[in-house]
C-alpha cells in the first residue's frame, strides 16, 4: 500500500500503519485540551515570571497541539504523508519537554528543604537531567523524522530503532530521577523538626506545597506510563497489534500526556510554591542558617552602648 496517497477502494483505511483513521473527536478534544493548557501556562509564566518551567511546558503543550492537527489531517486522509510525519515528531517529543519543567522543581524543593539531605547538589539537577532530556529529545526528533520520511523498509527501521532508543533514555532519566527524588524526601522526613531551618519547617508543613508535590507526582507517573506504553508500542514494529489500538493509543498516550499537562497548570509552583519564583527572594536553607547564624554571633558582643 506504499503507493496510496488516499483513501480508496484498492487503498483501504486497513493498509495504513495505523489501520485505522483517527477519531475526529477525540483529536480536537485533546488539541483543544493542550491549547488550552498551553495559554493558561503563558498567563501563570508572565504573571509568576517563571520563565524556564513556563516555556518547558508551553513547548510540550503546543507540541501536542501540532500533533492532534497532524491526526486530523490523517482523519480526512489516512493516508496523508504530511499528517503522518507532524503527529509522529512532535507527539513522540512532546512529554521530554515538561519532563524538563518536572527536573527543575528538584533544585528548589532542595535548596529550600535542605541541600544536605540531597545525593546531589541543587545546581547540579538541571544541569544533568536537563542535558539528559536533550539526548532524548534529539534521538526521538531525529528518528521519529526518519521514520516518516523513510522510503525503504531498512529506513523505516532504522528510524524506529532511534526513536525506541530515545524513548528508553528517557524511561532511565525518569527513573533515575525519581530515585534520587525519593532519598532525598525521606531523608528529610527523618529528620527531627528542630534540625530542619524555619523556612524547610514553614515550607514542609504548608498543604499547598504538598499539593504542588502531589501534582509533580502525578505529572511524572502519567509520562512515565506514556513512555513504557511507546516502548511496547514501538518494539513490536511498524503496524503492530499496539500501534494500530486507537483506544490503547487514547488511554495510554493521549489522556496520560492531557493529565499529565493538566496537573502542572492545576499545581502550578507559581502559586503553591512560592520559592521557585524568580520575583520571589529565594530563601534557602542555607541561607536561612547563614542568617541565624549571624544573628547568634552578633547577640553574643559585648553592647558598646
Not at 488550552?36 to 503563558?42: G, I, K, N, S, V
Not at 527536573?103 to 524543593?109: M, Q
Not at 521519529?144 to 523513510?150: I, N
Not at 489500538?245 to 499545581?267: K, N, Q
Amino acid at each position: 500500500m506504499s503507493d496510496c496517497t488516499e483513501v480508496t477502494a484498492d487503498c483501504p483505511v486497513s493498509g495504513t500503519i495505523y489501520g485505522y483513521a483517527p477519531n475526529i473527536v477525540a483529536s480536537y478534544a485533546f488539541c483543544i485540551i493542550f491549547g488550552l493548557c498551553a495559554l493558561t501556562q503563558l498567563v501563570q509564566m508572565i504573571k509568576w515570571r517563571m520563565w524556564s518551567f513556563g516555556i518547558a511546558v508551553i513547548l510540550g503543550a503546543s507540541s501536542e497541539v501540532i500533533g492532534y492537527i497532524g491526526r486530523i489531517m490523517l482523519h480526512n486522509n489516512a493516508y496523508s504523508s504530511a499528517g503522518f510525519e507532524t503527529q509522529i515528531c512532535t507527539l513522540t517529543m512532546a512529554p521530554a519537554f515538561w519532563s524538563a519543567a518536572i527536573y527543575l522543581t528538584l533544585k528548589h524543593e532542595v535548596n529550600v528543604l535542605g541541600p544536605k539531605f540531597s545525593p546531589l547538589k541543587a545546581k547540579w539537577y538541571p544541569y544533568i537531567f536537563v542535558s539528559c532530556d536533550l539526548v532524548s529529545l534529539s534521538l526521538q526528533g531525529a528518528g521519529g523524522g526518519l521514520a516518516a520520511t523513510a522510503t525503504t523498509p531498512k529506513g523505516s527501521a532504522m528510524g524506529s530503532n532511534i526513536m525506541m532508543a530515545g524513548i528508553v533514555w528517557q524511561v532511565a532519566t525518569l527513573l533515575v530521577f525519581g530515585g534520587l527524588s525519593v532519598i532525598f524526601f525521606l531523608r528529610v522526613k527523618a529528620t527531627p523538626k528542630y534540625q530542619l531551618s524555619a523556612e524547610a519547617q514553614r515550607v514542609w508543613e504548608s498543604r499547598l506545597f504538598w499539593f504542588f508535590c502531589a501534582g509533580i507526582v502525578v505529572s511524572y507517573m502519567t509520562t512515565f506510563a506514556r513512555c513504557v506504553y511507546r516502548i511496547a508500542e514501538m518494539s513490536g514494529g511498524w503496524r503492530n497489534k499496539i500501534m494500530q489500538d486507537e483506544v490503547g493509543f487514547i488511554i495510554f498516550e493521549s489522556a496520560m500526556c492531557a493529565v499529565a499537562v493538566v496537573v502542572l497548570c492545576v499545581a502550578h509552583p507559581g502559586y503553591c510554591f512560592e520559592q521557585m519564583r524568580a520575583s520571589s527572594p529565594q530563601s534557602t536553607a542555607e541561607d536561612t542558617i547563614l542568617l541565624e547564624q549571624k544573628t547568634e554571633y552578633n547577640g553574643s558582643q559585648p553592647s558598646m552602648a
